[in-house]
């Protein structure tokens, strides 16, 4: 179900590049969810030198520029495919492959969530765990416990300490939030963060740096894609197996409704992108001609990242791409999101799109 509606946004000027002038020896490291590094690997003074001046015409020209956020890039709820409280806290629930029993009331209590697969984590500190009331919700509520996420909710494990922490601190500030003003995921991760202390944030971020991402999302090339309801971030197959033509769109659905509702970490999920994605987007991500349109110059050769610069590599590719979207209107704004802006300056929707399905496509 191709969602109508879209948001216009001017695009906002770059921040100065000045401080990266004293980086004569480094090399600047653009990443697509939003910071930047400084390498000490030798370069010219030339190359930061035209990284400013890049910078300073993006800036100029985007004053005059639009972009329209795509509105089917962040998926609400269908009333009808939601369980409404209260819920049954009698029946009990089970999912594939696992021995735990949870009713429907544990299910979704964000201070208790599941924990259907305790075997493939460590044992969870209780801000992963159980959160603390009234609004901190466990991070593995929407993260889960293993921090696999979900479509709607960021992978975390495997991302490194400092790269969580600083994303904390954007949510916080306002410098990160959801190109499309008010979507729920986006909006439930702000209200969580304004109660969760400093040191809640370090705990959660040294448990979730320690896991590795599993492969959960099959990019297919299609021209059609099942016809869908929207499932709360993402997208759920109708029941009639009725098709719809893609266009030029990420369609990215769960295999298994309920068990996303019942935030199995066992879920998959299948990512339609239109046909040519993937090689357009290597040839996107792999790009020699300038820094700022080579994906591989600070994620690593597989895009699983190097350091403090995060993985892209076998993530979704819908959140990828909510995440360029967000640089390119300026959503995600704060001072690491600054180098990524010049990045996508000149991206329009069919390259995020490539770029977000070759990611995806690649072993985590």
């Known amino acids: 179900m191709e969602r109508q509606g879209a948001t216009t946004l001017s695009r906002p000027s770059v921040r100065s590049f000045n401080s990266l002038i004293l980086a004569v020896s480094c090399e600047v490291c653009f990443l697509s969810n939003g910071a930047y590094t400084l390498i ?34 962040f998926p609400n709820i269908a009333p009808a495919l939601v369980a409404k409280p209260p819920f049954d806290s009698v029946a009990p629930i089970r999912v594939p492959r696992s021995a735990k029993v949870y009713t429907l009331a544990q299910v979704k209590n964000q201070f208790g969530p599941p924990d259907w697969h305790p075997a493939t984590h460590p044992k969870a500190p209780d801000v992963v765990a159980l959160g603390r009331r009234p609004t901190a919700w466990a991070c593995g509520y929407c ?15 495997g991302l490194s300490v400092e790269y969580i922490t600083q994303q904390i601190a954007d949510i916080r500030s306002g410098a990160r939030h959801s190109a499309l003003a008010g979507w729920g ?15 809640e944030v370090a705990i ?40 719809e033509p893609l266009g030029a769109r990420i369609i990215e659905v769960t295999t298994d409704l309920r068990r ?11 990512s339609y992108v239109p046909p040519g994605s993937v090689a357009r987007g290597q040839k996107l991500a792999t790009s020699k001609t300038t820094p700022a ?35 390119r209107t300026g959503a995600r704004a704060g001072d690491t ?7 996508v300056a000149n991206l329009g929707i069919d390259d995020m799109i490539a770029a977000a399905a070759y990611a995806g496509s690649l072993k985590p």
């Open 40 to 73: 000490a690997f030798p370069r010219t003074l030339a190359f930061v030198a035209s990284l400013t001046i890049v910078a300073a015409t993006t800036a100029s020209a985007q004053t005059a520029t639009t972009f329209t956020v795509p509105a089917w890039a």
């Open 143 to 157: 993260h889960l416990l293993d921090g696999q996420g979900r479509s709607e909710n960021a992978t975390l494990a």
């Open 185 to 199: 995921p986006s909006q439930n991760m702000t209200n969580v963060v304004k109660d969760i202390t400093d040191d």
């Open 204 to 243: 959660a971020a040294k448990y979730f740096a320690s896991m590795k991402a599993r492969q959960r999302y099959k990019v297919v090339e299609s021209t059609k894609v099942p016809r869908t309801d929207e499932a709360g971030g993402l997208y759920a197959p109708k029941t009639d197996g009725t098709t």
């Open 260 to 270: 996303h509702e019942m935030r199995d970490a066992a879920e998959t999920f299948i």
């Open 293 to 327: 349109t080579s994906c591989t110059t600070c994620h690593g050769p597989a895009l699983r990242g190097v350091g403090d610069v995060p993985p892209l590599a076998g993530r979704s590719p819908l959140y990828i791409l909510r995440q360029l979207v967000g640089f």
């Open 337 to 343: 999101g600054a180098p990524m802006q010049v990045v």
